[in-house]
């Protein structure tokens, strides 16, 4: 069987930009302004709709410093509670758009497919008695972040470390019983496409973690009849790394285990990151941008986290 697609998860696009004018400064800090005031009015949007829903208590945000507006968000069961809170996180967001894909002549891009889908299965979540935590709910970084953390139109790499701190503190912080974080793939040659789904296996709870990456890889190949790349270990994702630490540590930031300085506080629950797409492959970015494959997706994901949770005390 061949290895995981290596690809440059959280770093493509970013080191093809070359030169700054001080105009595209400017234009970047109005971007960074920008984004944060949508942040917030997208907050304000989910508080009025989850109220909107009738009796259930509104969402709020997970105390942790350093938080963008409408990061970290938490959502309580909209019938009666399993007394499970799923950490769900939409990949990327603000300046990092992860994959850009294409479908129909339009662009495609993880940061808006992830959050969508990730919106989508909290919704079916809450419904099914869980409580909901989502690293952001807007297209934001989770880490507040100013003008000195993008260069060139892009995160810095301290930035974007910053940001996947945050990420884990927010799914320790809410107390979550399991994390998922949604990502979608890419590769250079567009006939590729499947479905593969990442968990670490240096973790105390790494049988847990590998049984949660096993479920959701067959819900999802099941629900998408998509072609099945199979479960992988972090350290197998040969993806380029940011930074010498970051290629040190040889795990993914969420799921890996406590590195003094890089990451000193680790997730503290199992864990998967799953690609359930490739956004290069033009059918699975046209059924990744349609709202009813984006169902499919979360109705996939959602299939998993009950069966892990039903095999699992
Ligand atoms: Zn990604």
Known sequence: MAGPIAKA??????????????????????????TSALAIIAVRSALTQSSAVGSAPVASQVAVDGLAAGACMSFPPTTQGKGKTVFLDPGHGGLDPGVVGASGGRQVLEKDIALAVSTRLTALLRAAGYRVVMSRIADSSVARLSDADSLSGAMTASAVHRDLLARTACANAANSSVMVSIHFDAFDDPSVGGTETFYDSARPFAPQSKALASALQTALVSELDSADRGVWTDEQLAAPTLTASGSTYGHLILLGPASTGWVDNPSRMPGALVEPLFLTNPNEARFAADPAGQQRIAVGLKAGLERYFSSTP
């Not at 080191?15 to 700054?20: F, N, V």
């Open 9 to 34: 998860r959280h770093v493509a696009h970013r080191s093809r930009r070359q030169g700054t004018s001080s105009l595209f400064r400017a234009t970047l800090s109005v971007a960074l302004v920008l």
